[in-house]
């Protein structure tokens, strides 16, 4: 686990990191592109929404939506496939603890 001064960075395992990679490749496969893009920006590269909002010249809500709408799928699928992540137990660890 990374800490930094405003938030925790929970780094998933390689397991983990398999089933998200692969749960992001069916995102592209169905879902429109600019949803991953948006995703690999905010979480990869942590470019702040505003920023991906100026980037693309669109507002930063429209951006907080498609980011939602990419991580609901990425969930649903995970839920779907009854999939359990190993790093679950740590973020509801913390959770609890904040």
Not at 14 to 23: F, N, Q, R, V
Not at 77 to 98: F, P, Q
């Amino acid at each position: 686990m990374k800490f930094t001064r405003y938030r925790v960075t929970i780094s998933p395992c390689d397991d983990d990191g398999l089933i998200i990679d692969s749960a992001i490749a069916r995102l592209k496969q169905l879902r429109k592109e600019e949803e991953v893009n948006a995703l690999i920006l905010h979480y990869i590269y942590q470019h702040p929404k505003r920023s991906i909002a100026r980037r693309w010249k669109i507002s930063e809500s429209r951006v907080r939506q498609i980011i939602q709408i990419a991580e609901g799928f990425v969930e649903g699928g995970l839920a779907m496939l009854e999939i359990r992540l190993e790093m679950d137990h740590e973020v509801s660890c913390y959770k609890k603890t904040n």
